[in-house]
């Protein structure tokens, strides 16, 4: 069975552009997470889907970080002019976690690293 | 606010000795606690989970206590070898949305 997957596994770009991040969640996960880890620190949670919406969206940091998983399966991270405060490794995970609650054991992707020059 | 605290500097011990992590939280009360394993250019991988109710959970060399009034968990490693060294991830869950991570504790096992 394959684990979650992100693409691209890097990713350079220039401040001020727009940049989309993928993940494949594993199948059947319902429950699908984006976090943000800089050097040094944990995770840094952005947003949490249940199914095909956003459950929970508080950890993005502003306007220019939307995400989207419109079949509850592959998500799209998307961020606009990026800036190089924005660089960092951006993680995915899913869970068979349900809305009611319960038991959250998560698998993680392999991450993307995120550049801005 | 909620604030999550792991050993900030590396834990070197020596092959076959125990290593002891600590996690402490403050203005949190969660549902379960977890701990994960990252080791570089990865995602981390979870290890273990403990509920509120439980004082300790082990999965083979792997031992986790859970104490709610101090709110603190500590992560063992029995006869840890070389391959365990990585960083250690502790993460309270609500049980309700997501997961909030420390900063981690690395482990450095020295043959």
């Known amino acids: 069975g394959a684990g979650v997957s992100q693409t691209p596994s890097n990713k350079v770009t220039e401040k001020g552009k727009y940049v989309e991040l993928r993940c494949d969640p594993i199948?059947?996960?319902?429950?699908l997470y984006w976090y943000r880890q800089s050097l040094g620190q944990g995770p840094e949670f952005l947003i949490y889907?249940?199914?095909?919406?956003?459950?929970?969206d508080s950890g993005l940091p502003n306007d220019r970080f939307f995400a989207v998983r419109p079949e509850g399966s592959v998500s799209t991270l998307k961020i606009q002019r990026t800036e190089r405060g924005d660089s960092a490794v951006y993680l995915c995970?899913?869970?068979?976690?349900?809305?009611?609650?319960?038991?959250?054991?998560?698998?993680f992707g392999p991450g993307t690293r995120l550049t801005v020059l | 606010s909620q604030k999550i605290e792991q050993n900030s500097e590396a834990l070197n011990i020596q092959e076959g000795k125990t290593a002891t992590l600590t996690c402490n939280y403050t203005?949190?009360?969660?549902?379960?606690l977890q701990w994960y394993r990252q080791d570089p250019g990865r995602g981390p991988v979870f290890l273990l989970l403990?509920?509120?109710?439980?004082k300790e959970k082990r999965k083979e060399r792997l031992k986790v206590t859970f104490d709610t009034t101090l709110k603190q968990s500590l992560f063992h490693i029995t006869a840890s070898q070389p391959a365990d060294s990585a960083t250690y991830l502790c993460?309270?869950?609500?049980?309700?949305?997501?997961?909030?991570f420390g900063k981690g504790t690395m482990l450095l096992v020295s043959p």
């Open positions: 889907f249940q199914g095909t919406g956003a459950a929970d």
């Open positions: 203005n949190y009360s969660p549902a379960y």
């Open positions: 993460a309270l869950d609500s049980g309700y949305s997501t997961l909030t």
């Open positions: 199948s059947g996960h319902t429950a």
């Open positions: 995970a899913s869970s068979l976690k349900l809305a009611g609650g319960g038991v959250n054991e998560q698998f």
């Open positions: 403990i509920r509120e109710n439980e």
